[in-house]
Each structure stands twice: as structure tokens, then as C-alpha cells.
């Protein structure tokens, strides 16, 4: 069920955008480290909320907030969380797989700024 907020508005017409621009400023930024900068949400209109996505555009990368009182951190998936993470950026632990009824165990580090994941 979607949430509904108290004071919104309520629109029986759609929306015909002739702007080449977002329909909502916050949506959208310049890079990364803006999702984290104290200016870019100074403006008394750029209210963040939790569940707010907003595209990067230097990386084509989406994130999610997960907790406004952590806007500020894009490391740990307290505050803003990347798209297709899982809410992890960094995991290490237990991977356990079946393969023609082999069960295999092995311990793994998931690095996303390398690309990769090392086994031991």
C-alpha cells in the first residue's frame, strides 16, 4: 500500500512536461560526493525524505536514502544506498553454494569500487 502523506496535494490531470529538466530538482545531481554535501540539500526546498532516488550523472548510477539523518554517508548503506548493492558497499563473510548436489562453503570480500570478490 503506498504511503500517504499529510498536506499533499491532490492532481486529476496528468502532467504535460515541455521542460527538458526534472520535474524534481532533487532527482537529480551532479556526482556523487553532491548526494553528500551539506550545500546541496542547504536549500530550505530541497527537503530530503527517506526512499528519495536520485540519478548521478557523471557515473549513470542511482541511489536510494535509506535514513535522512545520514545523508552523509554513501559508505556503509546507512544513509544513501547505490542501486543493484543490496544495501551492501562493502560485505565480507560466508558464500555458500549447490552445484549437482555438492554444497560448497567459502569465505569471500566483496569489493565494488574493484569490481571483484576474493575467495579464501
Do not use: C
Amino acid at each position: 500500500m503506498a504511503i500517504k502523506y499529510n498536506n499533499a496535494a491532490t492532481i486529476a490531470s496528468t502532467f504535460n512536461i515541455s521542460s527538458a529538466s526534472p520535474i524534481d530538482s532533487r532527482t537529480v545531481v551532479q556526482s556523487v560526493s553532491d548526494l553528500t554535501n551539506v550545500n546541496t540539500w542547504s536549500d530550505e526546498k530541497a527537503r530530503l525524505y527517506d526512499g528519495l532516488t536520485v540519478t548521478v550523472i557523471d557515473t549513470g548510477e542511482i541511489w536510494t536514502l535509506k535514513n535522512k539523518a545520514n545523508y552523509q554517508n554513501t559508505t556503509d548503506g546507512t544513509g544513501w544506498v547505490k542501486s543493484g548493492s543490496g544495501g551492501k558497499v562493502y560485505s565480507e563473510g560466508n558464500a555458500i553454494s549447490l552445484t549437482n548436489d555438492t554444497i560448497a562453503v567459502t569465505s569471500h570480500i566483496y569489493s565494488p569500487e574493484l569490481n571483484s570478490v576474493a575467495f579464501g
